[in-house]
């Protein structure tokens, strides 16, 4: 209700309600798990409340530095992913952003599925922690369909779901990507990448996950790879 009524305040230029609120939200912010605070983030970009943004960051990185590839960060916006992969810089090692990265572009179809080959998935599921970061205990005959699809190579579930969900509207829609949305989308992809350090990765792990990915070509991938450690 109070980022409604903030949304309302910024839009209709009423400072005194986006102050109210703001207000309000800097209160409950120290509270909120990273799922809520992603949701603030969102908004306070949308609103382009540059204090907002400030404390978002500052509660992600205090208090969710271990968690923040998360699932939430899926429904993030193109440009403010972006923001949020810079923010990652430092606190999350570089395979951990790459990975995010990649789920994103492929989950949000912004590259196709066949870039990706096994590596898809690789963010926080919301039911392996509780609030407090502590894990959620499985009831008792519970299967672990993710545990044994990443055992097997394989995106979780979840994931799977999405991308059948993607493919089957691909073939509902005939209407091709126009040229231009494609090459948004690969200029798109290129910024993000040059927000990794591909130089702090370890050799092994750059093998196991950017190796197999389709965001870099064959050049690029050496390239890279001699500046692993």
Same mark, same amino acid.
């Given at each position: 209700?109070?980022?409604?009524?903030?949304?309302? &305040?910024?839009?209709? @230029?009423? =400072?005194?309600?986006?102050? #109210?609120?703001?207000? !309000?939200? $800097?209160?409950?912010?120290?509270?909120?798990?990273?799922?809520?605070?992603?949701?603030?983030?969102?908004?306070?970009?949308?609103?382009?409340?540059?204090?907002?943004?400030?404390?978002?960051?500052?509660?992600?990185?205090?208090?969710?530095?271990?968690?923040?590839?998360?699932?939430?960060?899926?429904?993030?916006?193109?440009?403010?992913?972006?923001?949020?992969?810079?923010?990652?810089?430092?606190?999350?090692?570089?395979?951990?952003?790459?990975?995010?990265?990649?789920?994103?572009?492929?989950?949000?179809?912004?590259?196709?599925?066949?870039?990706?080959?096994?590596?898809? &998935?690789?963010?926080? @599921?919301? =039911?392996?922690?509780?609030? #407090?970061?502590?894990? !959620?205990? $499985?009831?008792?005959?519970?299967?672990?369909?993710?545990?044994?699809?990443?055992?097997?190579?394989?995106?979780?579930?979840?994931?799977?779901?999405?991308?059948?969900?993607?493919?089957?509207?691909?073939?509902?829609?005939?209407?091709?990507?126009?040229?231009k949305d494609k090459l948004i989308h690969q200029e798109?992809?290129?910024?993000?990448?040059?927000?990794?350090?591909?130089?702090?990765?370890?050799?092994?792990?750059?093998?196991?996950?950017?190796?197999?990915?389709?965001?870099?070509?064959?050049?690029?991938?050496?390239?890279?790879?001699?500046?692993?450690?």
């Amino acid at each position: 209700m109070v980022m409604e009524l903030l949304q309302c &305040g910024s839009t209709w @230029l009423v =400072e005194s309600l986006v102050s #109210d609120c703001v207000e !309000i939200m $800097k209160g409950k912010i120290t509270i909120l798990d990273i799922g809520d605070l992603l949701r603030v983030f969102q908004k306070a970009h949308d609103i382009m409340h540059e204090n907002l943004i400030s404390l978002c960051v500052q509660e992600i990185r205090k208090r969710f530095s271990q968690r923040m590839n998360c699932y939430e960060v899926l429904f993030l916006t193109s440009d403010v992913f972006e923001q949020y992969l810079i923010i990652t810089e430092g606190y999350l090692p570089q395979i951990e952003r790459f990975k995010m990265m990649q789920t994103y572009l492929t989950v949000n179809g912004l590259i196709d599925n066949g870039a990706v080959n096994g590596v898809v &998935g690789q963010v926080e @599921l919301p =039911e392996t922690t509780n609030k #407090d970061g502590g894990q !959620i205990e $499985k009831k008792e005959g519970e299967s672990n369909d993710e545990d044994c699809s990443e055992s097997n190579g394989e995106p979780p579930t979840w994931i799977r779901l999405i991308l059948d969900t993607n493919e089957k509207k691909a073939h509902e829609v005939t209407i091709p990507e126009e040229p231009k949305d494609k090459l948004i989308h690969q200029e798109y992809v290129k910024t993000l990448l040059g927000h990794i350090k591909f130089g702090s990765m370890l050799k092994k792990d750059f093998y196991s996950v950017v190796g197999k990915s389709g965001l870099l070509n064959e050049k690029e991938k050496y390239e890279y790879l001699y500046l692993t450690q």
